[in-house]
């Protein structure tokens, strides 16, 4: 297969975001799509999703034009796309979801047995063994049902796969099974394009790398002839000296701390100390339990066992409206589900924890509304500045400056983040490592819950392992390698 991009175009609104996209990917090939968040590589994706009709240029594939009108003429191509954002059937079972709108039938009736087992022979095949099949969708974790995505767009054994972010709320060994499938597609001459703000696992997977800026293809280059300074600076159109702010923690008494915690199923006897100003990591590989103590904390779960200090003072907050008003803040790892309303504005969105502040006698007060939602969009930089903007329509790293703000508009004390970076490009992360720390310069306790091993050392004093609903190991940051948390994570000698 060979597919070729000729200049493609696409605008919304008035406004182009495709500036004459011209890329090249063959069956078996690896093409990596770099670029920071509103470079254009979601609307790349909608247009080969069928999602997007173009405005200019063409698509060729084999030689022969194409034209998608439709998601149903990109699969009928054999063209599979697995978004960054989750697209499952909560409420439908993992099979449902799979092979939805494909299920086997004997009489005119679903053979659910047949069924069960041809998904459970691919979740097999590729690598996803522990993924029941008859689960439903909605209870699996945000890792979990990435992997069914990744099922459900290899059911139809496509000739082109787009992954975008598939490596998200993935690490350890749910990565290297990622990375092994991939390989074994390539073999199959399936064309891959692998979307992803991780640059090291760019560097590894992929053949070739496309950095796109501003709907312009800037280069496209070779892994062993490139390096990811280089793939940064032509992302940013600037060089990035330094990742994570130096930091000198100088913790003081405990702001927030937790003894004995649990959560039958989840995890249990979880016991550490959140100062004033510190940045303190959590890692753990999926089924962990490091999400569902965040859940805990901030009270949209209720603890089984053991007690949560604030300020030397037992809280057991029922619903998360008590967290808040205790000064206690979550951003979830999954934006658009948990985060935002996707069909509501900037301003909506950015305000829903703080409508008291925002109104007046009971009533909404537009202009006060505005004028506190421009500050944040000018000191979060949020791109368009347009409080009228609808979230659904801003790249993946200006919806997460969205959440920021709301929760920072709250004047948190203890601020969990989950996941802080995901689907967010080097640039826009660096401002958000820039920004914990000025936080934590005022007082303010920061838990980093992450699956990047890099930033969950780079960008934290020390770091608090979890493994199996266990916390196993307490490192300091500086004293500490990717190699030995990830050792502590699987429960192996680094």
Same mark, same amino acid.
């Given at each position: 297969?060979?597919?070729? @991009? &000729?200049?493609?175009?696409?605008?919304?609104?008035?406004?182009?975001?495709?500036?004459?996209?011209?890329?090249?990917?063959?069956?078996?090939?690896? @093409?990596?799509?770099?670029?920071?968040?509103?470079?254009?590589?979601?609307?790349?994706? &909608?247009?080969?999703?069928?999602?997007?009709? @173009?405005?200019?240029?063409?698509?060729?594939?084999?030689?022969?034009?194409?034209?998608?009108? =439709?998601?149903?003429?990109?699969?009928?191509?054999?063209?599979?796309?697995?978004?960054?954002?989750? =697209?499952?059937?909560?409420?439908?079972?993992?099979?449902?979801?799979?092979?939805?709108?494909?299920?086997?039938?004997?009489?005119?009736?679903?053979?659910?047995?047949?069924?069960?087992?041809?998904?459970?022979?691919?979740?097999?095949?590729?690598?996803?063994?522990?993924?029941?099949?008859?689960?439903?969708?909605?209870?699996?974790?945000?890792?979990?049902?990435?992997?069914?995505?990744?099922?459900?767009?290899?059911?139809?054994?496509?000739?082109?796969?787009? @992954?975008?972010?598939? =490596?998200?709320?993935?690490?350890?060994?749910?990565?290297?099974?990622?990375?092994?499938?991939?390989?074994?597609?390539?073999?199959?001459?399936?064309?891959?394009?692998?979307?992803?703000?991780?640059?090291?696992?760019? !560097?590894?997977?992929?053949?070739?790398?496309?950095?796109? &800026?501003?709907?312009?293809?800037?280069?496209?280059?070779?892994?062993?002839?490139?390096?990811?300074?280089?793939?940064?600076?032509?992302?940013?159109?600037?060089?990035?000296?330094?990742?994570?702010?130096?930091? /000198?923690?100088?913790?003081?008494?405990?702001?927030?701390?937790?003894?004995?915690?649990?959560?039958?199923?989840?995890?249990?006897?979880?016991?550490?100390?959140?100062?004033?100003? /510190?940045?303190?990591?959590?890692?753990?590989?999926?089924?962990?339990?490091?999400?569902?103590?965040?859940?805990?904390?901030?009270?949209?779960?209720?603890?089984?066992?053991?007690?949560?200090?604030?300020?030397?003072?037992?809280?057991?907050?029922? +619903?998360?409206?008590?967290?808040?008003?205790?000064?206690?803040?979550?951003?979830? /790892?999954?934006? &658009?589900? +948990?985060?935002?309303?996707?069909? !509501?504005?900037?301003?909506?969105?950015?305000?829903?924890?703080?409508?008291?502040?925002?109104?007046?006698?009971?009533?909404?007060?537009?202009?006060?509304?505005?004028?506190?939602?421009?500050?944040?969009?000018?000191?979060?930089?949020?791109?368009?500045?347009?409080?009228?903007?609808?979230?659904?329509?801003?790249?993946?790293?200006?919806?997460?400056?969205?959440?920021?703000?709301?929760?920072?508009?709250?004047?948190?004390?203890?601020?969990?983040?989950?996941?802080?970076?995901?689907?967010?490009?080097?640039?826009?992360?660096?401002?958000?490592?820039?920004?914990?720390?000025?936080?934590?310069?005022?007082?303010?306790?920061?838990?980093?819950?992450?699956?990047?091993?890099?930033?969950?050392?780079?960008? +934290?004093?020390?770091?608090?392992?979890?493994?199996?609903?266990?916390?196993?190991?307490?490192?300091?940051?500086?004293?500490?390698?990717?190699?030995?948390?990830?050792?502590?994570?699987?429960?192996?000698?680094?």
């Amino acid at each position: 297969m060979r597919l070729e @991009l &000729k200049g493609l175009r696409k605008g919304y609104g008035g406004v182009e975001v495709l500036h004459g996209v011209d890329l090249t990917v063959e069956g078996g090939e690896v @093409l990596a799509i770099a670029g920071a968040n509103g470079a254009g590589k979601s609307t790349l994706i &909608k247009v080969l999703a069928g999602a997007a009709p @173009l405005d200019g240029g063409e698509i060729v594939l084999d030689g022969e034009p194409l034209r998608l009108h =439709s998601p149903q003429d990109a699969h009928d191509r054999g063209f599979r796309t697995v978004y960054q954002e989750l =697209s499952l059937v909560p409420q439908m079972t993992v099979t449902e979801n799979v092979l939805l709108g494909a299920l086997p039938t004997t009489r005119g009736m679903i053979d659910w047995g047949a069924a069960h087992a041809r998904v459970r022979a691919l979740l097999d095949e590729i690598g996803f063994t522990d993924i029941d099949p008859r689960a439903t969708a909605g209870r699996l974790s945000v890792a979990r049902r990435q992997m069914v995505e990744i099922a459900k767009a290899l059911a139809g054994e496509p000739r082109l796969l787009v @992954l975008d972010e598939p =490596s998200a709320v993935l690490a350890g060994s749910d990565l290297d099974r990622l990375f092994d499938l991939i390989r074994v597609l390539r073999k199959r001459g399936v064309a891959v394009l692998y979307v992803s703000h991780r640059l090291a696992e760019v !560097m590894e997977i992929a053949d070739r790398i496309t950095v796109i &800026k501003d709907g312009r293809v800037v280069e496209t280059l070779e892994p062993a002839r490139t390096s990811e300074d280089e793939i940064i600076t032509l992302m940013a159109g600037r060089r990035l000296e330094q990742i994570y702010p130096d930091r /000198e923690p100088a913790p003081g008494a405990p702001l927030l701390s937790v003894r004995d915690l649990g959560r039958d199923g989840a995890f249990g006897g979880v016991s550490f100390d959140l100062a004033a100003g /510190e940045i303190v990591g959590m890692f753990g590989l999926v089924g962990s339990g490091r999400s569902e103590v965040a859940r805990c904390l901030f009270g949209a779960d209720r603890p089984d066992t053991g007690t949560i200090e604030l300020d030397g003072r037992p809280v057991g907050f029922r +619903t998360p409206s008590e967290a808040i008003a205790a000064g206690v803040a979550l951003v979830t /790892e999954d934006r &658009k589900d +948990t985060g935002l309303v996707l069909g !509501m504005n900037v301003a909506d969105n950015a305000t829903f924890a703080t409508m008291r502040q925002v109104s007046r006698h009971g009533l909404l007060d537009p202009g006060r509304r505005d004028g506190t939602v421009r500050r944040m969009i000018e000191r979060l930089d949020i791109r368009p500045p347009r409080p009228t903007m609808p979230v659904g329509r801003l790249s993946g790293g200006n919806q997460q400056k969205v959440v920021l703000a709301k929760w920072l508009l709250t004047r948190p004390r203890v601020l969990i983040f989950d996941e802080p970076t995901r689907g967010v490009d080097m640039a826009t992360r660096v401002d958000i490592y820039r920004m914990i720390d000025e936080l934590t310069r005022d007082g303010v306790a920061i838990l980093l819950i992450s699956s990047d091993l890099a930033e969950v050392i780079g960008a +934290t004093d020390r770091v608090l392992v979890m493994r199996e609903g266990r916390l196993v190991a307490e490192v300091r940051s500086a004293d500490t390698t990717e190699d030995e948390v990830l050792a502590h994570s699987v429960g192996v000698a680094a």
